[in-house]
Structure formats: structure tokens, C-alpha cells
């Protein structure tokens, strides 16, 4: 009984205009999209090579600049990265990082970049909404319902063949969609977009995360159908449930938040830091002023007065880290206040969650630019201070003579791969949120249905 | 006289013979205006206007607080970098003098690089104003600084300024409101009624757009000034009277394109028989129109207008200036192949100067496109044409661009006349070219500038609600009312 209403419900399903409509849509979008993804990507590739033989040979023991990885399905799903700095120049003289440069991209902040996530999350989401409203109500209204029901056969049964009529559909239509954008990426992006067998099961977690969130969206569908009695008002409803949490929440969310938990604004915070510095600049000319006339009174030879000197760089730049990165820890935990707050406040929103998700899958979330920081920091500390000061150390400048070079031989910055599972168990809270929502959506459309008057 | 239409033809319009010619005008005006008022309590009763009403101020307001307070923060970073401007610059150079030699050590904190100050309209419409917050360091070459990493949970998604909350709302609004106008009376069987008066098709089609847009534009236009009034009296916000033109001026361009969607929803409603069948068929053309099409349409520009990345740039430069190394190596082998000579300076300059004005020119370029292809489509126009009114839209982008590029040039010159002066007044020079650079700030476009800007969308918007408007009445008179 169970096949033969799903198969009902796929017939109806399959002969309805809607799903025609969005698939010839799909079909203009989805390559399109891709296809500027992958030239996208191309380019990050590409520009990295150049920003890495351009540092290379600029780096030095005084400043070297350290660059973010690109994230290897960020034509998948951009997440934030395409929104952060992806380079840090490090300097000796310092102890604040600053990002150099970054391109110009204004038309982003009047249309944000469509990629899968927009594709899956916003037109999916209204396909099945659209398709699963008509469920319970729309069988009512035609007189069906009362039929099927008629017949040796459960409420719970009934509902299970209509979700699922709704699913399969939309997960074809998914897998279609993520096939067809998977190869134009990699046929156009020329090499770049590898295809291995991490980044398959990553693109194999990815779809199954979207068909979580479809199911959700259908079973909201469903609930919906399942509470109303006309087919126009369940509409009506679903669409606007739909636009609020897809369109409207995620869109407000993190300016609410950053209303609700205010953070100084970025200039206020660097002068602060730029005040500090400067108060360590002073007092450090100060000591070293006061420690050359003493070395020159005492009548040290120039070898010993360079240690001495080196020795007094070694202290202010551990007093610097020490103050500076107060003030830089303090900030960091306000920024991540707010920005936790605006998460928590958004999460519940269906599309946050996907998107949530897919930034730790693609190592495009702010999860993996927080990595990249400590990585940044990590370097900073272990390697390019110690190493610096041991170039230094080895110079000789007072000698006329050529200085053994000052090319700072750093290893490449070890920034985090997690592996699947990890990025998984990172993503753990908006993903079990989302299976929840699933789950109580699923029970108040059942709950509902039992309760329907079919009349 | 009688004026014979097709309408009279039709076996539906059953009492329309008697009332064709002059003398049916005035009833026909009449009716018209008495369907549209029908229409306007119809949306009243049934609550389609209050709760249009009530959305539209809730969100516009939340929006106006958000964007208010985002302005405020924005306004308050530009104000702390222009007083960092200000700030003495700490350094200096210590020497270690010994007997068996010397060395010295040198440290120094200048200033952070200058940022252009938003507009104040970006509280109503922000469209690249945001962009323009990033630090800009002009010397010979334009640096513009990362964005901060700090706003990245709001980057995932638009912008909820007015421009967002008009373009889902107004547009959705508008096809509740004029999606029934065939079907639902035709289920409810007042359309086969109202044919029976003396009225055309096409009139009736008129005055249920009347209807529809008066039942839309009279909640629209009392939540958007709710939403002025509050930016005013709670944020000090848009207080001159060229701010109250340019937010008449957007009321009237949100109108065009509430209009545009009451259009297609008489459209949609003329193709359809049932009212479900409507209200699918308009959430679909609807995500097409305001999803799709206008990122679609930026998309296509990006395809057809390639730019150079920025480190692209960087790589040209770098390029060009290895290139003028390695012929002054070629012609003189004494010398050095670190830095350029001074020979060499002003044709480095040149060169970075060109390619850096390509860089610009092919920004603005793929801009312009975007506008253009976006213009096409309905919110595409609205979007653009929303952003240009306020001063924060591409003709504003790209006058930044240039007050960069000028900018740029000022340091260029001063550079090329310092390479033939004292070293004193060198640097004084050079102080002056700063101080004159960071003194350029953009400034608000007049309002003409900005109507000018909007031509493109709002004829637009204009073609679209003729078009659709034709449409419906060309749909309307071959409707089976039956």
C-alpha cells in the first residue's frame, strides 16, 4: 500500500509543471554558476603561485608576509573566505599582524556570489516547499485523501509515502544538480579543482547534508499541509515560513547581533594598539639609547655590544607579544562574542545551518580562518621570531664587508588539514540541529495528520 | 458613435454592445474607479492590507535600526582613522658608537592609511558603500587594504538595508495582490458579474492594477516613512532637503517597481484558471525575477568583462620593474641591479601608472556592465537604481576610483619633481603631495547626478509595467470567464 500511494505521489509529482520549470531553470543556473566558479578558482589558484614567488623573494628577516591556503571546494561553497584577509605580513619591529592588500570586489556587496550552497539552500528549498504544501491539504480539497483513507492502511503509512514522494524527487533533481556542477567545475577550471578522493567524499558528505536540509523543508511542507485546510492557505503559509527563514533571518541575523553585543569599531581598536606600541617604541629607544652610552663609557668592544643589543631585542619583542597580544586576546574574545551570538541567533534558520556545515566541510567557514590565525600566530612565535633573531645574530653589520644575506629560510606555514571526520565533528552543533529540526517537524507532521478531518 | 472593440465580440461580455461608444466613457470611468475602490476594501477586509502594512513597517524599521546603527559604527571608525591622522608619529634611530665599530638600530609607528567616510544614506540604501570603508594607501602605487575580517558573519548573506526588505517584500506584496484578480473571481463567480457592466476588458484590467497599486503603495508609503522619520528623529539621519527629494525620489522608483509586480501578477492571473495554480506559478516567475536573473545577469558581466585580480596587478608591476632592471643591467654592467636608477624612476612610474589605470578602467568597466545587464531585470534595476539615488551605487564607486586614481597622480608628480631637488625640499614636497591626498575626500553627488545615474533602471522598470501591463490586457480579452 505503501509503494502504490509513492508511486502515486511521483506520478503526480513528475507530471507537475513546477518541477519542469525547475529544471530547465537549474539547468541555465547551474552551469553558469559553475562555470564562473571555476574561473574564480582558477584565478585564487593562480594568484596564490604569484603571491607565494612574489613573498618569496621579498621576505626577510625584518618582515615576511605568510599566505592563506586555498581551500580546495571553495567553488563549492565560498563561505566567508572570498570576506577575510588571505594574506598577514608578520615584521619583526611588531607584534601586530596586518593584512597588505586585498582586491576590489563591489558588485559582491550588491549580489553576493551564487554558488552551490545559494543554488541548494534558496532554489531547492523553494522546490520542495512548493512541491510538499500541496501534500495533505490539496488531496483533501480533490477528494482523494478521504479515498486513500478509506482503505486498510495507516495514517503514519500515508504520511511516510507523501514525504517521500516529495524527497526522492528533489534528491534526484539534487544529485542532478551537484553532478552537472562538479564536472563543469572540473572541465573548466583547467586542472586546478582536483577531484581526488578526499574532495569526492567531502562533495559526497556535501549532498548528503543537502538532502538533510530538503528534508526538513519537506517535512515543514508537510507539517504545514498537515495543519490547514485549504491547499492556498497551506501556500500562503509555507511561503512565508520559507522566506522568513530562508531570505529574511539569516539576512538580519548578524546585524541584530552586532546591535545586541557591540565591538569597538576595527580603527578604534588599531589605535588603541597603535597608542601602545608607540609607548613601547619610546621606552625601548629609551633603553637602547641609555644601554649604547653605557656600552660606549664602559669601552665594550663591538661584539659584545651586539649581543647585549641582540639581548634587548629578545626582551621587547617577548614585552610587546606580551602587551600587545593582551589587547589583541581581549578583541578577539569580544569579535567571537558577538559573532558566536550571531550564529546562535541565526542557527535555527534551516539555510545557516547548511551553510554553517558546508564552511567546515570546505574549509571555507570562520572556523578555518580562526585555524589559519592560530597557525599565523604559531609561526609568528615559534619560527619567524627565533629564526629572525638567529639571522640577526649572525650578522655582522658594524664589518663593511657583505652580510651572510638576509633571506629568512622559513618552512611553509603549517596550517591545519583536518581530516573528514574532524571537520565533521566540527560542524557537529549546526548539524545536529538541523537533524532535529528534521526529527520535530517529521512529529508535528505526523501528529497533525492524525488529527486531520478529511472532511 | 459606436466604438467597435474586440471586446464586444467576445460571447462572455454580455452587456457590452449597448455600452460601446462616447457616451459609455464617464460610466466606464466611473466603474473603473468603483472596481479599484472594491479591490482596496476587498484588501482591507480580508486583511491583505494590514498585514502588508504591518510586515512592511516592522521590517523597514528593523532594517532603518540595523543599517542606522551600522552606519554609526562605520562613521565612528572613519572619524578614529582621521584623528589617527593626527597622531605624532613615534620613531627613531639609536646608535651603538664603539671603539672597534659601529652599528644602530632603528624603530618606527606612523600613522594607519587613510579611509573615505560613508555616506549618510547608506543607512537607508548601503549598495557598495561598504566597499568604500576599506583603508586606501596612495603613494605610487594604490594599496587598498583587506576588508576586516571582523564582519564575516555578515558577509555570507545580502545586506538587510531597505533596498533588500523593498525588493522581496514590495515585489511579493504586490503579487498578493493582484494574483486573484482573474481566477479568484472567476471562482468565486463576481468576474462573470462584473463583465455584465458596461465596462471594457481592458478597463477592468486597469482598475484592478489601480486597485492592486493603491492597495500596495498606501501601506508601502506609510511604513517608509515611518522608517524616514525614525532614521531622523532616533539617528539625526537624512535632515537636509536634498535627503527628503532623494527619499521622495526613492518612494517614487519603489512605486515603478511595486507596479511592475502588480503587472505580472494580472499577467499570471490571465494565463491561469485557478487560483493555487496563480499563486505557484508567481512564487516561481517571482524567485526567477528577484533571485536569479539579477545575480545571473552580474554573473554574465564578470564572463564578458574579465579583470585582473589585484595580485595580477601586483605581478605586472613587479614584472615591468624587473624587465627596466634587467636592461640597465644589460646597458651599464656597473650597475645595480637592486634598485632602479634614477633614470629609470619616472619610466617605473609611467609604467605602474598605466597598468594600475587599466586595472581601474577594466573595474569600472565590469560595473558598468553588471548595471547595465542587471537593469534588464526588474530587481536588477531596482537594485541598481535604488544605489545610485543614494549616492552609493556604481557611478559613485567609480567616482572613488578616480579620486584614487587623481590621488595617485599627485604622488606620482611629486615623486617625479622631488628626483630633481634637494633632499629637504624633497621631503617637503612630499609632504605636501600626503597632505593634500589624504584631505581628498569623496563627496555626495548633486542629485541631478544621481537621477542621471538611475536613467537606465528606471526606464527599466518603466518597459516592464507597460510591458506586463499589455500583456495582462492582451491575455485578459480571450479569458474564459465561464
Keep these: ?173 539534487l544529485i542532478y544538480i551537484v553532478f552537472l556542477y562538479t564536472i563543469v567545475v572540473t572541465v573548466f577550471s583547467e586542472g586546478t579543482f582536483d577531484l581526488s578522493g578526499g574532495n569526492l567524499s567531502a562533495l559526497a558528505v556535501f549532498t548528503l547534508v543537502a538532502i538533510i536540509v530538503l528534508i526538513v523543508t519537506a517535512a515543514l511542507g508537510v507539517a504545514v499541509s498537515a495543519s490547514v485546510q485549504r491547499s492556498s492557505v497551506s501556500l500562503f503559509a509555507c511561503a512565508s515560513i520559507w522566506i522568513v527563514i530562508i531570505l529574511i533571518w539569516p539576512t538580519f541575523g548578524p546585524y541584530i547581533a552586532s546591535s545586541s553585543k557591540p565591538v569597538a569599531p576595527p580603527e578604534a581598536f588599531q589605535r588603541d594598539m597603535a597608542s601602545k606600541e608607540k609607548e613601547l617604541v619610546r621606552e625601548e629607544l629609551a633603553e637602547h639609547r641609555k644601554t649604547a652610552a653605557d656600552l660606549k663609557a664602559g669601552q665594550v668592544g663591538v661584539e659584545a655590544a651586539w649581543r647585549r643589543y641582540l639581548e634587548l631585542r629578545r626582551g621587547w619583542i617577548e614585552r610587546r607579544n606580551e602587551e600587545i597580544g593582551r589587547l589583541v586576546n581581549e578583541r578577539k574574545e569580544h569579535v567571537h562574542d558577538q559573532q558566536a551570538f550571531a550564529r546562535r541567533i541565526s542557527l535555527f534558520s534551516p539555510y545557516v545551518a547548511f551553510k554553517e556545515v558546508l564552511g567546515s566541510l570546505c574549509g571555507t567557514g570562520l572556523e578555518s580562518y580562526d585555524e589559519f590565525l592560530v597557525a599565523v600566530e604559531q609561526c609568528r612565535q615559534q619560527e619567524f621570531i627565533p629564526k629572525g633573531l638567529d639571522l640577526r645574530s649572525r650578522q655582522k653589520p658594524w664589518l663593511n664587508a657583505a652580510s651572510p644575506g638576509d633571506r629568512l629560510q622559513l618552512r611553509p606555514l603549517q596550517t591545519p588539514s583536518p581530516t573528514l571526520s574532524k571537520r565533521l565533528a566540527a560542524a557537529a552543533w549546526p548539524l545536529s540541529i538541523l537533524i532535529a529540526e528534521m526529527i520535530i517537524l517529521l512529529t508535528l507532521g505526523a501528529l497533525s495528520f492524525e488529527r486531520y478531518d478529511v472532511r | 458613435m459606436i466604438e467597435g472593440t474586440q471586446d464586444c465580440k467576445h460571447p462572455d461580455n454580455l452587456s457590452k454592445g449597448d455600452f460601446g461608444g462616447k457616451q459609455t466613457m464617464e460610466p466606464g470611468r466611473s466603474l473603473i474607479w468603483l472596481i479599484a475602490r472594491k479591490e482596496i476594501i476587498a484588501n482591507i477586509r480580508n486583511f491583505k492590507t494590514p498585514v502588508a502594512l504591518v510586515i512592511m513597517t516592522l521590517l523597514l524599521l528593523l532594517s532603518a535600526h540595523a543599517l542606522a546603527l551600522d552606519y554609526r559604527n562605520r562613521l565612528n571608525n572613519w572619524s578614529v582613522n582621521r584623528d589617527s591622522q593626527r597622531d605624532p608619529i613615534v620613531g627613531g634611530r639609536v646608535s651603538y658608537d664603539l671603539s672597534d665599530g659601529s652599528f644602530s638600530y632603528g624603530v618606527g609607528f606612523s600613522h594607519p592609511p587613510p579611509i573615505h567616510s560613508p555616506q549618510p544614506f547608506s543607512a537607508l540604501i548601503k549598495g557598495m558603500d561598504g566597499e568604500m570603508d576599506r583603508s586606501a594607501n596612495v603613494s605610487q602605487r594604490i594599496v587598498i587594504g583587506a576588508r576586516h575580517g571582523e564582519l564575516a558573519t555578515s558577509a555570507l548573506f545580502d545586506t538587510p538595508d531597505t533596498s533588500f526588505v523593498v525588493k522581496l517584500l514590495v515585489s511579493l506584496f504586490a503579487l498578493m495582490f493582484s494574483l486573484d484578480a482573474a481566477p479568484r473571481e472567476k471562482e468565486v463567480g463576481t468576474l462573470r458579474a462584473m463583465l455584465a457592466q458596461p465596462i471594457r476588458r481592458r478597463e477592468l484590467i486597469l482598475s484592478k492594477s489601480l486597485g492592486a497599486s493603491i492597495s500596495l503603495l498606501a501601506p508601502f508609503a506609510v511604513a517608509y516613512f515611518v522608517e524616514i522619520i525614525y532614521l531622523h528623529l532616533a539617528h539625526g539621519l537624512l535632515n537636509d532637503r536634498q535627503d527628503l527629494v532623494c527619499a521622495m525620489l526613492i518612494f517614487g522608483f519603489v512605486s515603478f517597481y511595486g507596479i511592475v509586480f502588480a503587472h505580472i501578477g494580472l499577467f499570471i492571473s490571465t494565463i491561469t484558471t485557478r487560483t493555487r495554480i496563480a499563486i505557484t506559478t508567481a512564487l516561481l516567475a517571482w524567485a526567477t525575477i528577484v533571485l536569479i536573473l539579477p ?143 589624504a584631505n581628498r575626500q569623496r563627496r555626495a553627488e548633486p542629485l541631478g547626478a544621481d537621477l542621471r545615474s538611475s536613467i537606465i533602471p528606471i526606464t527599466s522598470l518603466l518597459a516592464w509595467a507597460v510591458l506586463f501591463g499589455l500583456a495582462a490586457c492582451w491575455r485578459f480579452k480571450r479569458y474564459d470567464v465561464r
Design chain 1, 1 to 173: 500500500m505503501f509503494l502504490t500511494i509513492l508511486r502515486r505521489e511521483l506520478q503526480e509529482t513528475g507530471a507537475n509543471s513546477i518541477l519542469l520549470s525547475a529544471l530547465v531553470a537549474m539547468t541555465i543556473l547551474v552551469p553558469l554558476s559553475a562555470y564562473i566558479q571555476a574561473g574564480d578558482y582558477q584565478r585564487m589558484v593562480e594568484d596564490y603561485a604569484i603571491r607565494q614567488s612574489i613573498h618569496q623573494t621579498e621576505n626577510s628577516s625584518q618582515s615576511i608576509v605568510l599566505i592563506r591556503p586555498t581551500p580546495p571546494l571553495a567553488p563549492f561553497f565560498n563561505g566567508a573566505y572570498d570576506s577575510l584577509p588571505d594574506e598577514f605580513r608578520l615584521r619583526n619591529d611588531t607584534a601586530t599582524t596586518n593584512t597588505p592588500s586585498g582586491d576590489l570586489t563591489p558588485l559582491d556587496w550588491l549580489f553576493p556570489k551564487i554558488d552551490l550552497s545559494f543554488i541548494i539552500g534558496v532554489l531547492m528549498t523553494l522546490l520542495t516547499i512548493l512541491l510538499a504544501h500541496y501534500t495533505i491539504a490539496g488531496d483533501r480539497e480533490q477528494g482523494a485523501l478521504k479515498l486513500i483513507l478509506a482503505g486498510p492502511i495507516g495514517r503514519r503509512t500515508v504520511l511516510a509515502a507523501k514525504v517521500t514522494g516529495v524527497i526522492l524527487p528533489t534528491t534526484v533533481i
Design chain 2, 295 to 437: 545575480n545571473a545577469s552580474v554573473l554574465m558581466a564578470k564572463l564578458l568583462t574579465p579583470t585582473p585580480s589585484y595580485n595580477q596587478l601586483n605581478a605586472r608591476l613587479r614584472d615591468a620593474r624587473r624587465r627596466i632592471l634587467q636592461e640597465e643591467a644589460e646597458n651599464n654592467s656597473a650597475a645595480r641591479t637592486v634598485r632602479p636608477s634614477r633614470q629609470s624612476l619616472p619610466r617605473i612610474y609611467e609604467i605602474e601608472r598605466q597598468e594600475t589605470d587599466n586595472y581601474l578602467a577594466s573595474k569600472k568597466d565590469q560595473n558598468r556592465r553588471a548595471r547595465l545587464f542587471a537593469s534588464l531585470s526588474p530587481a536588477g534595476a531596482l537594485t541598481f537604481g535604488l544605489s545610485d539615488l543614494a549616492g552609493t551605487g556604481t557611478d559613485a564607486y567609480n567616482a572613488y576610483l578616480d579620486i584614487l586614481g587623481s590621488s595617485r597622480d599627485v604622488m606620482l608628480d611629486a615623486l617625479k619633481r622631488s628626483l630633481d631637488l634637494s633632499r629637504q625640499d624633497a621631503d617637503k614636497l612630499m609632504q605636501e603631495a600626503i597632505e593634500t591626498v
